[in-house]
Structure formats: structure tokens, C-alpha cells
């Protein structure tokens, strides 16, 4: 029978590699979830895949497993990007959570004229990220970046990238993603309020980035995002 | 300036037309949100589209409004049906903001033979999807059934209707939506665990049933119906 239990781990994983768990692993597995030596449980690290490892020292303040054997690759996403202008806390939770499952490799809050917060938790998301790998059965952990104002990002914005800009303003434009390149992109979603002129101006200008109307209904940032990356996995990314 | 001020009211809206407010409203309107006479607001049926209506009488148990003039009309979804079953109350409760959003026109919650929830409030969801319209500017609200047996709802299935059938047991398989028929849809998610061997058999076996891959990441329930939406009304929707 498969394990139940899936764990996150920064160590690297190989068959019969000896597994330290830190504090807060251990008081999770044997206080919480109760495991005993021998108990077996799923582990990955986001390089080299899911691996059945065995409890071999139960402690609560630092026991150790052992790897077995690997359950499965790792599977990476494609080269996707989601840069978000970040929203109330449960959103943007919801947003890492979502873009961890549909599968963006990076995940990007950015700062643009109309966004509310200053600063964002970033350990606390990255965390989030991991929380929703352990929980979707994903093998590859999507890095989650530090607040950055937008203008900063697209001021170094590497050659090769195409950016699929979602925008409120674009509600009523139809512009698919039928004929577009693969290869390496990014998603935008703008804030609640969308972007300023300014910003809109220096978008549109730009040769890289592609307009993407998501209907003719507003939606939130975080269903935007859910919807942007849907859509752009099913054409141009993995799903297809 | 654009009232910031959404309600939706189950009255006729002309112009000219009196509007009786009854106390949840009075005290939101007035209690909480603090108008007072002759301010403005926008409001909508869900039938007549979106209106201005002024405050003519302010009372905490009872005041009065009249509409004066229609901003838009009434943006009538496509006739597509959301079929879920249903999780956690507020990822649930996330499905039908999420579903009202996306343009669904009725949102099903139906009980699977691996659904832990026996039932659901029903007018509470309803009430949930009144309340989505109102935030995220629409003039349509749709209809949220109360539970049914899936069987129940597959045995009395309109002839003229096609069903997206999203579920985990088809990820890696690939089945685009392209060159699927137009027309009345339905969208099924499965429960956390899928379908039951039964009731894949059946789903397999019905001709109106289409099967649809969401890529090689399990999603959760939630995620699934937003990324499903997403796809249908970009293909076979109002987005294109």
C-alpha cells in the first residue's frame, strides 16, 4: 500500500541514504501523525523525485528515516512564470497554492502603481508552496521570489521570455493563445483596479508581451491567475 | 462617478420605479455602510441588468430606493452547468464564488459514491453566489441546486446536453476541447479520490460524455473546476 504521508525534505535522496529530520519534522511525524519505527512514508525533495522512505529513529526532537526506493521521477513543469500583483492574505495563498498545482515553475508577486501591499511574507509563502507540493503529490517545488516592483522586472527582462498579459482592460478583446510560440514564458496579473495608464502604455509597447482576454466578465486576480495559467498549460504547456 | 455600491434586490427595476429595501438591506445600507438620502448605488435582479438607484428613505428597518437609470444590460452566461461534488465548506464555498465568476449559468452540487458530505445548505451557497455577483460586478446570478445522486441527475440527462467529464483517472490521457459541438454544456469534478470503478464505467459508457485531461498534476477539486471553466468558456464559451 501506498504511504499516506508525503514530507518535504532538503536533503538529497538515493536508496539507502540515511534521512536527518530537523524539530519540527520529527514532533509532526511521530507527535501528530504518531509513526513508529518502521512506518514508511513518501519523501521528496524537488530534484530527485518521490522516494518510499522508513522511519529508522522516532524521536520527537530529531529522528531519522532511510530511503528506499524512488515511487517516482521528478516531474518538472515547463518554464512558466506567474508574476501576480499580491491581494489580501487568504488570495495570496490561494494564488501560491494554485500556481503550485498547475504546475509554474516561479512565482512572482510584483509591486505595480495600483498594489496595496508593501512588502509580503516571503518565507511564508515559499512555505505555502512546499505545504501544496506535499498535498497535490508534486515532485518539483516552484520558487517563490521576494516583492519586486514590476517596472525593476521588465526593465531586465531576459530576451528569449514572452509575457501573457491578463488585464481588465482587455475584457471584450479576444486574443487566443492558438499560434503562439512555446518555449519560455510568464503570466501577469494585475492587481484589483488594474493597472495604471502608465503601466498599460509600457506594456502594450513592448515587443515580448501578448494581450489575453479572459472574458467578458471581471474576474479576481487570484480566478484570473487559476484561468491564465489553465489556459496557457493546455496550449502551450504540458497538458496538451 | 460609478457607485461603488452593488445590490442585488429580487425586484422589477424600471426607471422610475420604487424599490423597497427589507432590514438586512436597510441595515447594510444604511447602518453600515452609512448612506443617506439622495446618495447612489448600483443595483441588479439578476433579470434587467444593472441600474442606478437613489436612496429616497433611510431608515435601519426599512428604507427606500428608486432606480433611475439602467448602466448595463443583463450579460446572460453561456448555458453551462457546473457539476461538482461537494468538499470542505470553504473550498466550497470557493467553487461557486469561482463557478458565478467564470460565467457558469447553474451550479450543481451532486453526491458521488465517494462524497463524504451528505448535504449542504443550500440557500446559504445560493446566497454565496449573490454575493460573488455583487463583488465581481455581474448582472447574472446563477442557480444553485441543492444536492442530488449523480446517478439521479445522469438518469433524467437532457438529450441536447454534452458533459466535460474532468477527472484523475484521465490525467495523461489527452482530449482537447477543440472541435467539440457548441451548445448546452455541463462540467463534472470529481470528489478528492475520483469516481468509483461503477461510476466510471457508466461515465464512459454515456455518449453525451466528453472525458478531459487537466495535465499530468493531480488538482484538487477546486482547482480542477476553475481550470475546467476556464478551458470551456475560452473553446466552446463567451471568451473567444
Chains 1, 2 share one sequence.
Not at 509513526?35 to 529508522?56: C, H, I, P, Q, S
Not at 520527537?60 to 518554464?79: I, Q, W
Not at 499560434?179 to 502608465?198: D, M, Y
Not at 471581471?218 to 504547456?237: K, P, S
Request: glycine share 8%; net charge neutral; charged share 20%.
Amino acid at each position: 500500500m501506498t504511504p499516506k504521508i508525503r514530507l518535504h525534505l532538503d536533503q538529497p535522496l538515493a536508496s539507502g541514504q540515511p534521512l536527518q529530520l530537523d524539530r519540527d519534522q520529527s514532533n509532526y511525524l511521530f507527535a501528530v501523525m504518531r509513526l513508529e519505527v518502521g512506518a514508511t512514508l513518501l519523501v521528496f525533495n524537488g530534484r530527485d523525485g518521490e522516494w518510499v522512505a522508513r522511519v529508522t529513529a522516532a524521536s520527537k526532537r530529531g529522528g531519522e528515516l532511510v530511503a528506499e526506493s524512488r515511487t517516482r521521477p521528478v516531474l518538472m513543469p515547463p518554464d512558466l512564470w506567474l508574476m501576480f500583483a499580491p491581494i489580501k492574505k487568504a488570495r495570496t495563498d490561494f494564488i501560491v497554492e494554485k500556481a503550485t498545482e498547475l504546475g509554474a515553475a516561479r512565482i512572482m508577486p510584483v509591486m505595480t502603481e495600483y498594489t496595496n501591499a508593501e512588502r509580503i511574507r516571503q518565507d511564508r509563502l515559499q512555505a505555502h508552496a512546499v505545504e501544496a507540493t506535499e498535498q497535490c503529490g508534486g515532485t518539483f517545488v516552484p520558487v517563490v521570489e521576494d516583492l519586486q516592483p514590476l517596472s525593476k522586472v521588465l526593465a531586465v527582462w531576459p530576451a528569449d521570455r514572452n509575457l501573457l498579459w491578463c488585464d481588465e482592460s482587455m475584457v471584450g478583446q479576444s486574443r487566443s493563445l492558438a499560434g503562439l510560440p512555446r518555449g519560455p514564458w510568464a503570466v501577469l496579473i494585475g492587481p484589483e483596479g488594474g493597472f495604471s495608464a502608465a503601466e498599460q502604455r509600457r506594456l502594450r509597447a513592448l515587443p515580448f508581451v501578448h494581450a489575453l482576454s479572459l472574458g467578458p466578465r471581471i474576474l479576481r486576480a487570484d480566478t484570473a491567475a487559476v484561468a491564465a495559467l489553465a489556459l496557457w498549460q493546455a496550449d502551450l504547456g504540458d497538458w496538451g
